[in-house]
């Protein structure tokens, strides 16, 4: 028997590392995350489409419920954790499952010359963009998801 991943189709993409704050609403939803939540197990994000899902997601952890509401709802906080690949959708459930295989990433570490040029091309964009914020460390882990 293969394990089953939830699937919570949203309009964006979740990469590694990046925090995500939901707010659960929809009955199914309220039925997976409750299921998560109890099995201590991730769920997983896919951009969703008129075509329907991607092919590529990120599994997300539950870090805290910050808000329950009388109706059921709650708000959560989570975070990317690692990037997988949907090889089927299971529709069994009022919620989306998958088989999935989780993709690695490559070995090894860039030169700290392009990291260093990574983070000073980040800042230059976010200041043309009018924004402010401060970039993440050079050490940061999953340094370039953080970056897009």
Known sequence: MSLLLPLFPLDLVLLPGVPLPLHVFEP???EMVAECLDEKKPFGVVRASSDGVAEIGCTAEILEVTKRYDDGR??????GVERFEVLQVHRDRSFLQAEFTVIEDEPGRPSSKMVE????LHAEIVKLAGAETDGPEESAEHLSFLLA
């Open 117 to 120: 040029q990574a983070v000073r």
């Open 28 to 30: 199914r939803y309220k």
């Open 74 to 79: 709650m708000d959560i906080l989570t975070r």
